[in-house]
């Protein structure tokens, strides 16, 4: 009974977020501006990120060790989930700092409700509540609130070599069905 009710948990989770891709409103207004640099990120208030291998990926992520994600329909200056989006894939508070191994430019841009989220090589950084523990990455390759999510890799924003294939699978998945094979 359990299982059953975990799927349907999932199930109505996906729609959720799926939906609030259709949301009209909009993020994030202001130029994509460097972070200040230093290395005095607890002097500044902010966290900073840092260089992990998950799976066979060296991704940045947070202070506490969580995967950090891009959004493939945002842009440098502006985020494009907010609403409920941003209840699924929470935006990284900026500024940040770079620690071990993190090579890309820091930087912060203005959400429309005025906070401030952090980039990294001009993409904004959300988190994923589906990843539960440092060194989980369940919302690589999800096609959820209308666009593709990728972890934030160290070298850039490049999505993995079987994209296609993810995305593939993920649409399928999230498509509810039909057909043979199901």
Not at 106 to 130: C, E, K, M, W
Request: aromatic residues 8%; hydrophobic residues 30%; positive net charge.
């Amino acid at each position: 009974m359990r299982k059953i009710w975990g799927v349907a948990g999932l199930a109505a989770l996906a729609l959720t977020v799926s939906a609030c891709g259709s949301s009209g409103s909009s993020s994030g207004t202001a130029a994509n501006t460097p972070a200040a640099g230093g290395s005095s990120s607890a002097a500044a208030g902010g966290s900073t990120v840092t260089e992990k291998t998950i799976g066979s990926q060296q991704v940045v992520v947070d202070s506490s060790g969580m995967t950090l994600y891009w959004f493939a329909i945002d842009t440098p200056t502006k985020s494009n989930c907010s609403g409920q989006c941003a209840t699924f894939w929470p935006p990284v508070k900026g500024p940040v700092t770079a620690g071990s191994g993190v090579t890309g430019t820091l930087g912060t841009i203005t959400r429309s409700d005025g906070t401030t989220q952090a980039t990294y090589d001009g993409h904004p950084l959300y988190t994923f509540v589906g990843d539960k523990s440092p060194g989980q990455a369940t919302g690589n390759g999800k096609n959820l609130s209308g666009g593709l999510w990728w972890e934030m890799t160290v070298s850039g924003s490049t999505p993995p070599a079987n994209a296609g294939a993810v995305s593939s699978a993920t649409a399928k998945a999230s498509s509810g069905g039909g057909g043979y094979g199901y």
